[in-house]
């Protein structure tokens, strides 16, 4: 089978190297990939959101997968051109249409829709530009720490956590004036859980489901959780608070209404939802949906599953997922993000990466690196992230430090204390 992934980042070089795994491939394409996808797959150049540029590629090199690994493509409706096109319509597809998509798209209707179902999650309200007066008001009624959020896309980093009332409105105030663009046009304001947060992986056909390994990981640029939020430092798979009893309340309160939800939304679901969880005294309640796998988080999962990714992608796109059997590899998984200095916050390109020739043998995935003039560059907030399996986090631990200073950058950061928080 001949498979197209979109994307560029380190969830699509995770999510190509276990692709290229698979018995069942034929030919594997990223478009645009990077560096780490050009040694399993053939990249080509393109941007995410021409669509009728997608159309020529998949025609052009008779793709019978499509796996898409951002959300903006998706938003904005990708499914839905396949479907509509007479030539792509029977294009397997991996990714819900628009109005499914609307789960990450819009905070606010993620919030009416988990209110709507009765998914656990934190007490809410949504007010637009001209409502700063009441949103303060609504925050009033809170305990601090508040969370704003910008309803719409905003690469990841659309969240902030303010720990004072006088934080949070100098904070809103600035998003409500465009501080993440249209994204801002209105925002959610919630009660912050107090807990220890999860990110969960399913795989859907719309009607059947396979959970994937679940994960955490972390969002602030430094030890301890402090600083501001990125895209994410780091992760660790399995997480030792997801117990048997855990993942049980989260299948029941949380997996079954939101893919039931879906069904009655009239919404045919095919791909992956990632869903962001809160562990409150060991109830999961639900801060977010993602329509897509989860950066870093894949590429600590990915190395975890054991059976054919392939596989389960092409019975999802079918809706034949009842036929599939997930296999997880024991192990823990951790992943080190490798940042450029001043990230989350403005950050200079182009810096030359020196890798050891003793990291060829290691899990390495590109995120944000190109060549320039045949060298290998850096050319994003997030570089390069590294991946160890082991038998423990401490052991994880060991190793893939002494990983991380094989990788050299001008500037490199990248947080040490990945997966302290949960070793047993």
């Known amino acids: 089978m001949n498979v197209l992934i979109i994307g560029s980042g380190g969830r699509e070089n995770a999510i190509a190297w276990k692709i290229s795994q698979s018995k069942l491939l034929t030919k594997l394409y990223c ?23 997608i159309k020529e590629l998949v025609l052009q090199h008779k793709i019978e997968l499509v796996v898409v690994g951002p959300e903006e493509p998706l938003v904005n409706g990708l499914r839905d051109f396949f479907l509509a096109d007479e030539q792509l319509r029977d294009v397997l597809f991996v990714g819900p249409c628009s109005k499914g998509a609307r ?23 949504t007010f637009g530009p001209d409502q700063y007066p009441q949103a303060i008001e609504f925050m009033k009624s809170l305990e601090a720490p508040y969370v704003i959020k910008a309803d719409g896309l905003a690469a990841g980093k659309g969240v902030v956590i303010a720990d004072s009332l006088d934080q949070a409105s100098s904070d809103l105030k600035l998003i409500l004036d465009g501080k993440f663009g249209k ?10 859980l107090h807990g220890i947060e999860m990110s969960l992986f399913v795989l859907t056909d719309g ?40 993942m049980h309340k989260v299948e029941q309160n949380i997996v079954l209404p939101t893919l039931k939800g879906l069904r009655q939304e009239d919404i045919d679901y095919r791909g992956f939802l990632f869903i962001g969880l809160m562990n409150c005294n060991g109830n999961p ?59 989350p916050g403005e950050y200079s390109k182009g810096h ?39 038998s423990s986090i401490d052991e994880c631990q060991r190793n893939i430090y002494e990983d991380v200073a094989k990788i050299r ?16």
């Open 103 to 125: 789960l990450e798209g819009s905070k606010d209707f993620a919030k009416e829709f988990m209110v709507k179902y009765n998914i656990p999650t934190a007490a809410y309200s």
């Open 31 to 53: 478009a645009p990939g990077n560096p780490g996808t050009s040694k399993v797959a053939q990249n080509l150049q393109i941007n995410i959101t021409d669509f009728h540029k």
């Open 409 to 424: 950058f001008k500037g490199m950061n990248y947080r040490k204390d990945i997966g302290n928080d949960i070793k047993e």
């Open 352 to 390: 030359p990466i020196e890798i050891d020739r003793q990291m060829d043998k290691k899990i390495v995935f590109h995120a944000g690196t190109t060549i320039r003039d045949g060298s290998l560059v850096t050319s994003g907030g997030r570089v390069i992230a590294i991946t160890q399996l082991g």
């Open 207 to 246: 009607k059947n489901h396979m959970v994937l390994p679940e994960a955490k990981d972390y969002k602030r640029i430094g030890d301890g959780d402090k600083g501001p939020n990125t895209g994410g430092m780091g992760a660790v798979s399995p997480v030792p608070f997801a117990n048997d009893e855990f």
């Open 285 to 343: 309640y639900v801060i977010e949906y993602n329509v897509r796998m989860g950066d870093p988080e894949t590429e600590a999962v990915m190395p975890r599953i054991k059976s054919d990714l392939l596989s389960h992608l092409i019975a999802s796109a079918k809706g034949e997922l009842n036929k599939e059997t997930l296999e997880k590899d024991p192990s823990t998984a951790l992943t080190v993000m490798l940042v450029s200095g001043g990230y």
């Open 183 to 192: 994204a801002g046009n209105k925002v959610v304001i919630e009660e912050f």
